[in-house]
């Protein structure tokens, strides 16, 4: 891992959002915005901004605020996404199918490049832009592909096996939906994604 | 909607770690745990969680900490989960089925009880629990199975269609997976899901 202060997620999350922020108000063509402008148009917290980003330097001006375009190439290159980050999808049924064929994950730096799935019938047909390989491909595939992201989209009962076969491949990075913990490993970043907790988002809005 | 004091998405998505770390503690028949404690077991801040806390009144012991079992019950109620919330889809696609199928949408106080389709060839076709429906049937749909979360897993150019369709029959909370930003409407509620901040967050970790 070249890149790793400890920044939490919560920090890289929100440095996401202000990037997307930044990256509207280029296409509006806004050339400066004050940390009090950003904060307000997106709904965002000010003083959230300014701590989030004195983390990694100077970045504004005082009284003039950001130059929108300089801040998103900075933010840009923190978040390690001015280079391509290649991705292998682990599990081809209907999450991994909608991944490889998901507009973000095959946008700017990212690119699903490859996927495996142990099911005989899938293995040789097409989806998104690669054609399916059985799970002893894996290896092969990531240094042929430059592979640095895995996405687990095996049922529960293989996320550990198809996880262990990932980090044996090589890849350091890993985006598990399988809803299983994984053990750490050392130098691999796991991330799960827990879509239920947006639900549970909107149910205290619907209240009790 | 009976139950918005104004709380952040990231206050909400804390509250929901928080749940799920205590619902493991039971599992563990841990009874009660300080903060630090909590924290430490499972990787949060102390201080977030007493602040957070402390947003809905009065939950710890001082000296004893924090009853495990009522403190569950406590956020549970607090976060609507108490009750029964089921989902209508929209788009029932890769993602779509996905979904309709996923664990965590199928468990505790949420269902999946009712998805639509424009495909004919699709509707009248079973997946998860449900048959599928053409869109022109999500009012009567709704009205039969009370459900109260919309879910927009439609391509991006039919979002705002589907989006005021089940906003017309009563739907007042929206998990949006199109990408496509959706125009506020008074009393409804809608939560954008980009699944590319989790790629972002580990490109991070890569560096650039």
């Given amino acids: 891992m070249p890149n790793t202060p400890e920044v939490s997620s919560l920090t890289l999350n929100r440095l996401s959002i202000y990037l997307r922020s ?32 004195a983390q990694f330097g100077e970045f504004g001006i005082r009284g003039v605020g950001y130059d929108v375009a300089q801040l998103a190439l900075r933010l840009s290159r923190l978040l390690g996404l001015e280079r391509r980050h290649a991705i292998v999808i682990c599990g081809i049924g209907n999450l991994g199918r909608a991944l490889a064929e998901y507009w973000g994950f095959n946008h700017g730096p990212f690119a699903v490049v490859a996927g495996v799935d142990q099911d005989p019938r899938k293995i040789g047909k097409r989806v998104g832009t690669f054609v399916i390989a059985a799970p002893d491909e894996i290896e092969r595939l990531v240094r042929e592909t430059g592979a640095e992201i895995g996405v687990l989209t095996v049922p529960p009962s293989a996320a550990r096996e198809s996880y262990l076969a990932l980090v044996d491949a090589g890849i350091r990075a890993v985006l598990n939906f399988t809803l299983q913990r994984l053990e750490p490993r050392p130098g691999v970043r796991v991330k799960n994604v827990d879509l239920r907790i947006n639900l549970e988002e909107l149910a205290f809005h619907l209240g009790g």
């Fill in 22 to 53: 930044l990256r509207q108000l280029e296409e509006e063509r806004v050339a400066t915005i004050s940390s009090q402008e950003l904060a307000h148009r997106f709904h965002l917290s000010a003083t959230q901004i300014r701590k989030d980003l």
